[in-house]
């Protein structure tokens, strides 16, 4: 039986936001935090990635503005979105929780597609 597409509001937020499973994951973690400041070891762990992966992870969080220094809360970084972002990703961790695999599956063309327009770019044409 098909499943019914994902609602274009959450579809559009993760192809136009979400970088890859590990960032969607680290950001949910983040979320369930509710501002508390979490370390990256803490993340790194409940991901099982690499320190460095887990650092890669969090600097594109803190790119996206997802999250922010914990400063004078503790080690680490807290949850803190802007605007109404954390409305959209409360809808996408409620989704995610039922619908795993299309959430994964399009975060998995949006960069297999990504790699593939990279590749292209390098293709010799004879035009």
């Known amino acids: 039986m098909p499943r019914e597409p ?8 993760i192809l136009t936001s979400i970088l890859s499973v590990p960032f969607l994951e680290a950001l949910l973690i ?7 400041p979490l370390p990256p070891t803490q993340v790194g762990r409940r991901l099982y990635i ?5 650092a890669e992870v969090i600097e594109q969080l803190l790119a ?14 807290r949850f803190a979105p802007e605007g109404d972002s954390a409305a959209i990703v409360e ?11 299309e959430v994964t599956a399009l975060i998995h063309s ?3 597609r990504m790699a593939a327009q990279f590749a292209d770019a390098f293709k010799f044409r004879h035009d």
């Open 64 to 77: 996206a503005r997802f999250i922010e220094p914990a400063g004078e809360l503790g080690v680490g970084h």
């Open 110 to 112: 949006k960069t297999g």
């Open 6 to 13: 994902i609602p274009e509001e959450i579809r559009r937020f």
């Open 50 to 54: 690499s320190e460095r992966a887990t």
């Open 91 to 101: 809808r996408v961790a409620h989704y995610y929780r039922s619908h795993l695999v």
């Open 30 to 36: 983040y979320r369930e935090a509710r501002g508390e």
